[in-house]
């Protein structure tokens, strides 16, 4: 599964309503465990993971996106929840600016090659600064996604 | 360009899409008499961009390593046994690097005259950064190149279904 074939426009929040680091991860995992009608103890799991890989250290980069992901159990198929803040979000990047652009990627623990292509891909996005800039002017989640597939 | 072919390789990525392609290989291998190679990339390229891009950590990029070396074990493991299932060697390997460049330099190096890949993505996106690795290595590969779509005769015929 590739980035483009991960992207579902109802896992996409804009804007989000959270101001600090851990309610942005709690805010996008709530949309995607409503989405897979998922119970409330596998929502928090999926969140204690994501959390348990930022306090390694964080995945925001220093241009306003981060990328927090972790593989989880039991899931069926790679998941990538888009949210983009308002506000610029204190998520620990390393020149201290806040982040409004979250990717939250979410793999199968047994397929770690479909993982890392798909992180890999919104790296590569993420680097073109026309991208960027058009991800934080986008106002609807079809926006945003109409943005992959222009 | 030979035709029939006489060293024909398969590019594993862990996809079932890539085991599609080696399936058909096997049997296209078979019934011409070609060399049958099959290589599995482990994407380090990938993995330092991410750590370069504090999207992982240290420790997380050598679990992944780690975890990508013994998928590549595994599907190696079964490309000898699928070749094996039909009296046909098979020449393996696991590369580290950035894949279509390691796919590049080893057609060239090994003179491979045909490249066979799992399904290529329908162009839903003009954007270069979201190309697979199987687009990149269409476009570029310097033989023919051969793009298996899904089949279930091919897996019938392997007794995988």
């Given at each position: 599964m590739t980035l483009l074939e991960a992207l579902d426009k109802n896992l996409i929040r804009v804007p989000l309503s959270s101001a600090d680091g851990n309610g942005v991860i709690e805010e996008l995992v709530s949309l995607f465990a409503k989405e897979r009608n998922l119970s409330p103890e596998e929502e928090n799991r999926?969140?204690?993971s994501i959390k348990e890989r930022e306090a390694l250290g964080s995945t925001a980069m220093e241009?306003?996106?981060a990328i927090p992901h972790a593989r989880i159990e039991g899931l069926d198929k790679s998941a990538v929840v888009i949210g983009i803040s308002r506000l610029p979000v204190a998520f620990g990047a390393a020149d201290g600016s806040g982040t409004k652009v979250f990717f939250l990627v979410l793999a199968p623990k047994d397929n770690p090659s479909e993982h890392v292509q798909i992180l890999s891909s919104i790296a590569k996005a993420a680097s073109s600064?026309?991208?960027?800039?058009?991800?934080?002017s986008s106002k609807t989640k079809d926006d945003v996604y109409q943005l992959f597939f222009e | 360009m030979k035709v029939p072919y006489s060293r024909i390789l398969v590019y594993l990525d862990?996809?079932?899409g890539s085991i599609n392609a080696l399936m058909y290989s096997i049997l296209l291998a078979k019934s011409t008499g070609a060399q049958l190679h099959a290589v599995y990339v482990v994407n380090t390229k990938a993995l330092g961009d991410l750590v370069r891009s504090h999207i992982?950590?240290?420790q997380e990029k050598a679990e992944y390593q780690a975890d990508l070396r013994k998928d590549a074990s595994r599907h190696i493991r079964h490309a000898e046994r699928l070749a094996s299932s039909k009296d046909l060697d098979i020449?393996?390997?696991v590369i580290d690097g950035s894949p279509h460049h390691v796919i590049l330099d080893y057609?060239?190096?090994h003179s491979i005259?045909?490249?066979a890949l799992g399904p290529v993505n329908v162009i839903r996106s003009r954007r270069d950064e979201l190309t697979s690795e199987n687009d990149r290595m269409l476009r570029t590969a310097p033989c023919p190149v051969i793009v298996v779509r899904e089949s279930d005769d091919i897996w019938e015929e392997f007794g995988e279904v």
């Open positions: 999926i969140a204690d241009n306003g996106i600064q026309l991208f960027v800039r058009m991800l934080l | 862990g996809s079932e992982f950590v240290d020449v393996t390997e057609i060239k190096a005259d045909l490249l």
